[in-house]
């Protein structure tokens, strides 16, 4: 097993899927909570995570990430960066089509072709699932996924390229 642990054509598609992700959390962790802050004010709240209708992991997640180690509150501009892949794919659930989404998501994907029709959602929903899939596989080292990483990587450049989010091309 470690044989192929170490083997150049496993390394680069780790790598690479870990670099696709990272774009796409940094966009993520970027632009929902600058997205949302309109939105909150709207709504009377100061704060762009107010307005979120988590459940208990979601809100102990938020949680979490609003304090540092000493348990002191973070400067809220900070917060975004505390906060896991599957916060972001949980804002962008099905579950949140018309509570987040087509108040305010949607516009995350100015790419993306009528983006507030359901049939869009559903397929950047698609993808987000091949995302967090793709994601959890290559953090925890799942070498039997990599049969199907270079699909998960197309699903996570689509997201990208509905973003308006650049990437470099997969290595040859």
């Known amino acids: 097993m470690s044989e192929k642990i170490f083997n150049s054509a496993v390394i680069a598609q780790l790598t690479y899927s870990y670099y696709l992700i990272g774009r796409l959390e940094i966009y993520f962790r ?9 939105y909150s004010v709207q709504k009377g709240y100061f704060k762009w995570h ?4 988590l459940n208990t992991y979601g809100e102990l997640t938020l949680e979490k990430a609003r304090r540092n180690v000493n348990g002191l509150l973070r400067n809220e501009l900070e917060v975004a960066n505390y906060l896991p892949f599957g916060f972001w794919r949980y804002l962008l659930s099905n579950r ?6 087509l108040p305010q998501l949607y516009t995350l994907f ?16 698609k993808h987000l699932d091949s995302a967090l899939r793709l994601r959890n596989n290559v953090a925890h080292y ?9 699909f998960s990587q197309e699903r996570v450049q689509w997201i990208l390229e509905m973003t308006g989010t650049q990437y470099l091309a997969r290595p040859s």
């Not at 107010?50 to 209708?53: G, I």
């Not at 949140?96 to 989404?101: D, F, H, K, N, S």
């Not at 799942?142 to 270079?150: C, H, M, Q, R």
Request: charged share 15%; proline share 9%.
């Open 50 to 53: 107010e307005t979120l209708p």
């Open 96 to 101: 949140q089509y018309g509570g987040l989404w």
């Open 110 to 125: 100015p790419n993306l072709e009528n983006p507030k029709s359901l049939s869009s959602f559903k397929i950047v929903n």
């Open 30 to 38: 970027t632009q929902i909570p600058f997205t949302l802050s309109s």
């Open 142 to 150: 799942n070498l039997k996924s990599l049969d199907t990483a270079e």
